[in-house]
């Protein structure tokens, strides 16, 4: 708040004229007290991650700090990912791991870095959060490596990334329809057709795109593992929503209110899919294919005369496309990149008198749902008067002799002696 807003603040909502000098120094001293109060947080933020541990064994918690000569170490950064969010990814997850970033807004600035994927009901799923100072290479590679030493070799698990970088890159509508054109085909026979047209639009933005292998950001190329259409972050909305009421708390009270919130997050889906105990496919996925068999009816269906039935031409007008039960084979893409059997398939199995969620991707399935929040997460007990471990001086903070946080130097100057202390605080051996 500005001097004249707080004048202004005071003179409106109070009615009350009040010298200038006066405002002045109380909005020192409310700033004072905010900037001593965010300052005190950093210090017990080991006790805190300490906490986490008593309260939640075996989750991650890494707390980097730079140390300073005679003086309490500057805090640089700090991960966290709940054992239960960690368990429910590995067990019940689609293998898609979203990366973004936020602004934080408190007085000590910084980003909070997170990665979410996406449950068996298409709802996010966060899965670890970091504070770090600056999005940079460095610290997203920080933050990976951690995550990887969570979740486990990419190449093993076969994890999918994806992220919303260049997602407002087009202003020109003509150009942007056309972008999303060749990013939403499901094959490349359309993709090719697609590219073509918008390099006879835009060549410059065609050469831009040029740049990246298909598989980073077109449907047609994507892989098939996470069984997931997701063409950009759309599962960070509610997640970024949310953080628009934590990213201007102080860092403790901020992690505290994140992992609350995610606490009280999977107590919920968990209670909704206690409903649906019993059913085959994930609620969300039920809703879908009953839409999808919606539109069987417009389609054509001629069998090819194969034994078991299983090889259909399926028509619309002109458009003519093969399903092959048997070898999984289907011309449009679709049902291998979602997991679910596209309207093509769907009036194949539906001739067949076959059951359609016999034919959903087991990723997909209620077990899976189930299994996601069958882990939860307890409450911390967060009320650390005075630290017993002093963790970490507040960015630019440096306190003389380890006595109350005195003189200040620079982020940049304090780092300059850069060599960083992991303090990892974590359990030996998961039960
Ligand atoms: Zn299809």
Redesign the pocket.
């Known amino acids: 708040m500005t001097l004249s807003e707080a004048y202004e603040h005071i003179k409106i909502d109070y009615n009350v004229m009040i010298n200038g000098k006066m405002v002045y120094k109380a909005l020192k001293e409310a700033r004072e007290r905010v900037i001593g109060n965010e300052r005190a947080q950093y210090s017990k933020l080991k006790d805190y991650l300490s906490e986490i541990h008593r309260s939640n064994p075996w989750s991650s918690t890494i707390l980097d700090v730079t140390p300073i000569l005679q003086s309490l170490p500057l805090f640089n950064r700090l991960y966290i990912s709940p054992d239960a969010c960690k368990r429910g990814f590995k067990t019940g997850c689609r293998k898609l791991i979203g990366l973004d970033s936020c602004f934080l807004k408190g007085y000590f600035g910084g980003q909070l870095l997170s990665a979410v994927s996406q449950d068996a009901n298409n709802h996010f799923y966060v899965i670890a959060f970091a504070v770090v100072d600056n999005e940079t290479k460095e610290s997203w590679k920080w933050f990976l490596i951690l995550l990887q030493e969570d979740l486990g070799d990419q190449d093993i698990h076969e994890w999918n990334f994806i992220s919303d970088q260049q997602k407002g890159l087009y202003k020109d509508k003509q150009v942007k329809n056309v972008v999303w054109e060749c990013a939403k085909c499901t094959t490349d026979a359309k993709f090719q057709a697609s590219i073509k047209k918008l390099k006879r639009i835009n060549e410059e933005a065609w050469s831009y795109l040029e740049k990246f292998e298909p598989a980073c950001w077109t449907k047609a190329h994507f892989s098939h593992g996470p069984k997931c259409d997701n063409l950009t972050n759309n599962m960070f909305e509610v997640w970024n929503e949310k953080m628009v009421n934590y990213r201007s708390k102080s860092i403790l009270t901020m992690c505290e209110e994140l992992w609350c919130y995610i606490m009280r997050r999977m107590t919920k889906y968990k209670q909704v899919l206690e409903t649906h105990i019993g059913t085959e496919i994930a609620p969300t996925q039920q809703k879908n294919l009953d839409d999808i068999m919606k539109d069987i009816r417009y389609w054509r269906l001629v069998w090819v005369g194969d034994d078991e039935r299983r090889v259909f031409e399926?028509q619309q007008g002109s458009k003519k496309?093969s399903?092959n039960l048997s070898t999984n084979k289907?011309?449009?893409?679709?049902?291998q990149l979602t997991g679910l059997p596209?309207?093509?398939?769907l009036a194949t199995i539906a001739r067949r008198g076959d059951r359609p969620e016999t034919y959903v991707h087991p990723l997909l399935k209620i077990g899976p749902a189930i299994a996601t929040y069958q882990h939860c997460i307890q409450l911390n007990v967060v009320d650390h008067p005075n630290p017993t471990q002093s963790a970490a001086n507040a960015p630019g903070s440096v306190s003389s002799m380890g006595a109350a946080n005195s003189g200040a130097t620079t982020p940049q100057s304090a780092r300059a002696k850069k060599s960083i202390i992991r303090t990892i605080i974590s359990c030996t051996s998961p039960v």
């Open positions: 399926v496309l399903i289907y011309t449009c893409k679709t049902w596209c309207v093509h398939a």
